[in-house]
């Protein structure tokens, strides 16, 4: 099979025409591409002038997102806890990156590793090469998709212009260009027979993004074992080098928690209409969360449940049964890339509006298959759900109930988008429809289904019953934690997407819920006892500031706990990149601050015991575990693993943690004095960071059940009788 090249539509649809002699249809070929040359032009030069002059001026998420991560590479740095949004703002604070909020959900381990060897340069600076080699992609990619498909250079550069999710690229400094032009590549060196290679572009695409792995499927339907080897080893060796990189113990966070929240459609919000996705589309008709999305059409999540992953494979599901095994007609293997590409795109649980710079490759490769100068009307439709797709998205607010049917554009035409490209898979050449080959295929996705129901029904079992426990959260917050008893209240840090000014410490007291004075610092912990309170406030260092102003600041501290008699406060500093725990006595202001853990311990959370002892958790280069070091300090193990959070309680008998079970963190208690242990909760969701109110029998703590992954909101619970 070869690539040939078409003749170029300019001349094709004129000569067409004029061969008629009809003189309607010359004027029209002649306006329609006057229309696209002025067409192109505008958005050519509004790009020139607005869209890349604003990119060059600002760092805009995602960039700070690979950039603080590959710059603990770079720098040797501890990077197991890259997931955590408090740990990764913390470090983008320290950089002094001009960034509010970052994290890294959903994003891959891998992908950071593109902008690593920019890590040397100024933020700013680093971004402007990135986009300087993103220009450079996009032309290669155009080059490769004129050279598969033969079309107008206008018309492909065109398809680019029109591309709005294209400018977000390079505002937001994302991988999507790369992206698009693995993808480019891989169908290029596919048609070229180069069948290896071309799995080996599919593999590393996939450790940028996981759904090029359904090309994978789709090797194996057309039965081409070189390019399925090809992509099974390229992505191996991706993971490889993303594990020596970053070490296992993140990417055990990663499949064991991110990726899997991530399939559901619970790495972000996943009540947010603006994603215009099937999961935010479901999650917000059928499920109720008393914050997020107080009005579903109906509270019956179940059908969630059932109707996202019968509703993904109904889409996913043709794109494959419809691949000819065996074929080698070029025009009909380029429509089989355009409709697995688009129906991937519209599945997708994350679709941030910059992913779909990628429609540009499949509505070229529809575009292409279209006979010259006619079907116009399909050529319209195409374009026209190819603009809303890439340019609308969905509703932010409003529409409750069923109308948020109506809110969703964009995941509208990426539907439509995928009908087209399955009329023009079927339309290409009569086949045989029905086949043993295509039953087989088809009850394995039915099974594959099936599998997904069931686990999603286990999911949800439990998974809200924790709202009867919330106290109240702050109105528009995506996450509340770090709970610290004071007094009848308990404070907390919060992110409140409307202040749009980072994180920020408050109390809620009866209800009542109340901000410390607006910072341009960030402030990411925070512990209290009856009469004060303890904040860790970030910039190039972090700092613990008390509410108290004749006490002065404590430098490089982070993370304050303050002990049950308020005579010690414990703090962490990271030395040699571990976080090793400090104490001052409160009670004895000439007394020094003193190191209470051993230097390689990279220590995460700590408590005080009732006799001035910390039980800490740290992690040993594996999973973490809960350790008590003693006045003395002695060091023992609590022989717990995989359990972080510790929490005594004010009496000392109870130790409440977390323990991290099928890739949940779980609530358990432990009596310290009979060293009998229970579980408290058990929902397939996350209970971190117990704190005891002063009665020692109630934890606050903090839960993201119902919500998106570690957007966590503040519970109540009486766990002592």
Same mark, same amino acid.
């Given at each position: 099979?070869?690539?040939?090249?078409?003749? $170029?539509?300019?001349?094709?649809?004129?000569?067409?025409?004029?061969?008629?002699?009809?003189?309607?249809?010359?004027?029209?070929?002649?306006?329609?591409?006057?229309?696209?040359? *002025?067409?192109?032009?505008?958005?050519?030069?509004?790009?020139?002038?607005?869209?890349?002059?604003?990119?060059?001026?600002?760092?805009?998420?995602?960039?700070?997102?690979?950039?603080?991560?590959?710059?603990?590479?770079?720098?040797?740095?501890?990077?197991?806890?890259?997931?955590?949004?408090?740990?990764?703002?913390?470090?983008?604070?320290?950089?002094?990156?001009?960034?509010?909020?970052?994290?890294?959900?959903?994003?891959?381990?891998?992908?950071?590793?593109?902008?690593?060897?920019?890590?040397?340069?100024?933020?700013?600076?680093?971004?402007? #090469?990135?986009?300087?080699?993103?220009?450079?992609?996009?032309?290669?990619?155009?080059?490769?998709?004129?050279?598969?498909?033969?079309?107008?250079?206008?018309?492909?550069?065109?398809?680019?212009?029109?591309?709005?999710?294209? %400018?977000?690229?390079?505002?937001?400094?994302?991988?999507?260009?790369?992206?698009?032009?693995?993808?480019?590549?891989?169908?290029?060196?596919?048609?070229?027979?180069?069948?290896?290679?071309?799995?080996?572009?599919?593999?590393?695409?996939?450790?940028?993004?996981?759904?090029?792995?359904?090309?994978?499927?789709?090797?194996?339907?057309?039965?081409?074992?070189?390019?399925?080897?090809?992509?099974?080893?390229?992505?191996?060796?991706?993971?490889? *080098?993303?594990?020596?990189?970053?070490? #296992?113990?993140?990417?055990?966070?990663?499949?064991?928690?991110?990726?899997?929240?991530?399939?559901?459609?619970?790495?972000? $919000?996943?009540?947010?209409?603006?994603?215009?996705?099937?999961?935010?589309?479901?999650?917000?008709?059928?499920?109720?969360?008393?914050?997020?999305?107080?009005?579903?059409?109906?509270? *019956?999540?179940?059908?969630?449940?059932?109707?996202?992953?019968?509703?993904?494979?109904?889409?996913?599901?043709?794109?494959?049964?419809?691949?000819?095994?065996?074929?080698?007609?070029?025009?009909?293997?380029?429509?089989?890339?355009?409709?697995?590409?688009?129906?991937?795109?519209?599945?997708?649980?994350?679709?941030?509006?910059?992913?779909?710079?990628?429609?540009?490759?499949?509505?070229?490769?529809?575009?292409?298959?279209?006979?010259?100068?006619?079907?116009?009307?399909?050529?319209?439709?195409?374009?026209?759900?190819?603009?809303?797709?890439?340019?609308?998205?969905?509703?932010?607010?409003?529409?409750?109930?069923?109308?948020?049917?109506?809110?969703?554009?964009?995941?509208?035409?990426?539907?439509?988008?995928?009908?087209?490209?399955?009329?023009?898979?079927? %339309?290409? %050449?009569?086949?045989?429809?029905?086949?043993?080959?295509?039953?087989?295929?088809?009850?394995?996705?039915?099974?594959?289904?099936?599998?997904?129901?069931?686990?999603?029904?286990?999911?949800?079992?439990?998974?809200?019953?924790?709202?009867?426990?919330?106290?109240?959260?702050?109105?528009?917050?995506?996450?509340?934690?770090?709970?610290?008893?004071?007094?009848?209240?308990?404070?907390?840090?919060?992110?409140?997407?409307?202040?749009?000014?980072?994180?920020?410490?408050?109390?809620?007291?009866?209800?009542?819920?109340?901000?410390?004075?607006?910072?341009?610092? $960030?402030?990411?912990?925070?512990?209290?006892?009856?009469?004060?309170? #303890?904040?860790?406030?970030?910039?190039?260092?972090?700092?613990?500031?008390?509410?108290?102003?004749?006490?002065?600041?404590?430098?490089?501290?982070?993370?304050?706990?303050?002990?049950?008699?308020?005579?010690?406060?414990?703090?962490?500093?990271?030395?040699?990149?571990?976080?090793?725990?400090?104490?001052?006595?409160?009670?004895?202001?000439?007394?020094?601050?003193?190191?209470?853990?051993?230097?390689?311990?990279?220590?995460?959370?700590?408590?005080?015991?009732?006799?001035?002892?910390?039980?800490?958790?740290?992690?040993?280069?594996?999973?973490?575990?809960?350790?008590?070091?003693?006045?003395?300090?002695?060091?023992?193990?609590?022989?717990?693993? $995989?359990?972080?959070?510790?929490?005594?309680?004010?009496?000392?008998?109870?130790?409440?943690?977390?323990?991290?079970?099928?890739?949940? #963190?779980?609530?358990?208690?432990?009596?310290?004095?009979?060293?009998?242990?229970? %579980?408290?909760?058990?929902?397939?969701?996350?209970?971190?960071?117990?704190?005891?109110?002063?009665?020692?029998?109630?934890?606050?703590?903090?839960?993201?059940?119902?919500?998106?992954?570690?957007?966590?909101?503040?519970?109540?619970?009486?766990?002592?009788?």
């Amino acid at each position: 099979m070869e690539i040939k090249n078409v003749p $170029d539509d300019d001349c094709a649809s004129v000569a067409s025409v004029g061969s008629t002699g009809n003189e309607t249809g010359k004027r029209f070929s002649r306006w329609l591409y006057l229309a696209e040359w *002025v067409a192109l032009v505008l958005l050519t030069v509004q790009f020139a002038v607005r869209t890349l002059p604003d990119a060059w001026k600002t760092l805009n998420t995602d960039f700070p997102n690979y950039f603080v991560t590959a710059s603990l590479v770079h720098e040797r740095a501890d990077t197991s806890r890259v997931y955590e949004w408090i740990w990764i703002e913390r470090q983008k604070d320290h950089l002094q990156l001009d960034q509010r909020i970052i994290g890294m959900v959903p994003i891959t381990p891998f992908s950071t590793l593109a902008v690593y060897p920019l890590t040397s340069l100024p933020a700013l600076t680093a971004k402007h #090469w990135w986009n300087l080699f993103n220009l450079g992609l996009l032309a290669a990619t155009v080059m490769l998709i004129r050279a598969m498909t033969g079309i107008a250079w206008r018309r492909i550069l065109l398809v680019v212009a029109l591309n709005f999710a294209l %400018r977000l690229n390079f505002m937001y400094g994302q991988y999507y260009v790369l992206l698009l032009f693995l993808l480019t590549l891989a169908c290029y060196l596919y048609l070229r027979q180069r069948r290896f290679l071309s799995g080996v572009a599919i593999g590393i695409a996939a450790g940028l993004k996981i759904f090029p792995v359904i090309f994978l499927l789709y090797f194996l339907r057309k039965r081409d074992w070189r390019a399925f080897s090809g992509g099974a080893m390229a992505g191996l060796a991706a993971a490889l *080098v993303s594990i020596a990189t970053f070490g #296992w113990e993140l990417h055990r966070v990663y499949l064991a928690q991110v990726l899997p929240a991530s399939l559901r459609g619970e790495g972000l $919000d996943p009540y947010n209409l603006s994603a215009a996705s099937l999961s935010s589309l479901l999650h917000r008709l059928f499920i109720y969360e008393p914050q997020l999305n107080p009005h579903p059409a109906i509270n *019956v999540a179940w059908l969630f449940a059932i109707f996202h992953p019968v509703l993904q494979m109904l889409v996913m599901a043709p794109a494959l049964l419809l691949t000819e095994r065996g074929s080698a007609d070029a025009r009909r293997v380029r429509l089989e890339w355009a409709a697995i590409v688009a129906a991937s795109l519209a599945i997708s649980t994350s679709p941030g509006t910059y992913l779909f710079t990628l429609l540009i490759l499949p509505v070229c490769l529809m575009l292409e298959v279209l006979p010259q100068g006619k079907h116009y009307v399909f050529k319209a439709v195409l374009v026209g759900v190819y603009a809303v797709a890439t340019f609308m998205s969905g509703a932010g607010q409003g529409y409750e109930g069923w109308l948020a049917l109506l809110a969703v554009p964009r995941l509208h035409a990426l539907l439509v988008l995928c009908v087209l490209a399955y009329v023009l898979l079927v %339309r290409q %050449r009569p086949f045989r429809l029905v086949t043993w080959d295509r039953v087989a295929w088809a009850g394995a996705l039915g099974a594959l289904m099936i599998f997904s129901v069931v686990g999603n029904l286990r999911h949800q079992r439990g998974l809200y019953e924790d709202y009867r426990y919330r106290v109240v959260a702050p109105e528009g917050s995506y996450m509340t934690v770090h709970p610290a008893a004071q007094g009848d209240g308990v404070a907390f840090v919060s992110f409140v997407s409307m202040r749009g000014d980072g994180y920020h410490s408050g109390l809620n007291s009866k209800g009542a819920v109340s901000f410390s004075p607006s910072s341009a610092d $960030d402030e990411l912990a925070v512990t209290a006892s009856e009469r004060e309170r #303890w904040v860790e406030r970030v910039g190039r260092e972090s700092s613990v500031i008390s509410s108290d102003a004749a006490r002065p600041a404590i430098q490089r501290a982070e993370s304050p706990v303050v002990s049950p008699d308020e005579r010690w406060l414990a703090y962490l500093r990271v030395e040699q990149g571990r976080g090793r725990v400090w104490v001052r006595a409160l009670d004895e202001a000439a007394a020094p601050d003193a190191p209470a853990t051993p230097v390689e311990m990279n220590v995460m959370e700590m408590s005080f015991g009732p006799g001035g002892e910390l039980v800490f958790a740290t992690s040993l280069g594996g999973p973490p575990g809960l350790f008590m070091a003693g006045r003395n300090g002695r060091v023992q193990s609590l022989g717990l693993t $995989d359990a972080r959070y510790p929490a005594v309680s004010r009496d000392g008998r109870w130790l409440a943690y977390s323990q991290l079970e099928r890739g949940s #963190w779980h609530l358990w208690l432990r009596d310290l004095r009979t060293g009998s242990q229970q %579980r408290i909760s058990h929902a397939e969701c996350n209970n971190m960071e117990p704190a005891w109110a002063a009665d020692s029998k109630t934890l606050y703590y903090a839960s993201d059940c119902g919500r998106a992954q570690w957007f966590s909101v503040i519970c109540r619970r009486r766990v002592v009788p």
